[in-house]
T-cell receptor, first 106, second 116 residues
């Protein structure tokens, strides 16, 4: 059922640095590409989402870059903070990637 | 307003048993989706219900079934439990069926199922 491939599995970034997580999708029929943030013991929460007719979307420190021809999209977290330490999931509609555990070191 | 609620929080069962998990969506939301999240993996889509009808099904065996009630709450049933069914089961609600740019999913905290 894997329709979304996500990398890296884990990521360690210094405070103030840029965190980059990449995803590749297979199914071009779906038109919704969200990113979720999940803290331990909690359900995923929507962080930011993009539609395929837009190449980039920015909300605060979070930016999605979308490459429709390559069927790839990525999340950039600028000025990463310790509070950003969590697991991040990309998704294509109802189908999730395998997750990236981000650790931001103070 | 309360978010998505799920019960129970934790559950321990033995192989071969049956389990029922419950979900109450956000008030006004008519769609409920169920996901299975194995430790260290992303959520895997199981079912989506809207207005009491099944609108989508993931790649899960027939041991998994669900239903939605007139008040839009939902149950997920799993029969003949296997060790591999141990996971966090997540429920998500949304205002309409499907997931798109105008239809955000809101997740509950999940039910942690352990099968011994």
């Amino acid at each position: 059922q894997q329709q979304v491939k996500q990398s890296p599995q884990s990521l360690i970034v210094q405070k103030g640095g840029i965190s980059i997580i990449n995803c590749a999708y297979e199914n071009t029929a779906f038109d919704y590409f969200p990113w979720y943030q999940q803290f331990p013991g909690k359900g995923p929460a929507l962080l930011i989402a993009i539609r395929p007719d837009v190449s980039e979307k920015k909300e605060g420190r979070f930016t999605i870059s979308f490459n429709k021809s390559a069927k790839q999209f990525s999340l950039h977290i600028m000025d990463s903070q310790p509070g950003d330490s969590a697991t991040y999931f990309c998704a294509n509609n109802l189908f999730f990637g395998t997750g990236t555990r981000l650790t931001v070191i103070p | 307003d309360a978010g998505v609620t799920q019960s129970p929080t934790h559950l321990i069962k033995t192989r071969g048993q049956h389990v029922t998990l419950r979900c109450s969506p956000i008030s006004g939301h008519k769609s409920v989706s169920w996901y299975q999240q194995v430790l260290g993996q992303g959520p895997q889509f199981i079912f989506q219900y809207y207005e009491k009808e099944e609108r989508g099904r993931g790649n899960f065996p027939d041991r998994f079934s669900a239903r939605q009630f007139p008040n839009y709450s939902s149950e997920l049933n799993v029969n003949a439990l296997l060790l591999g069914d141990s996971a966090l089961y997540l429920c998500a609600s949304s205002s309409v069926a499907g997931v798109g740019r105008y239809n955000e999913q809101f997740f509950g905290p999940g039910t942690r199922l352990t099968v011994l």
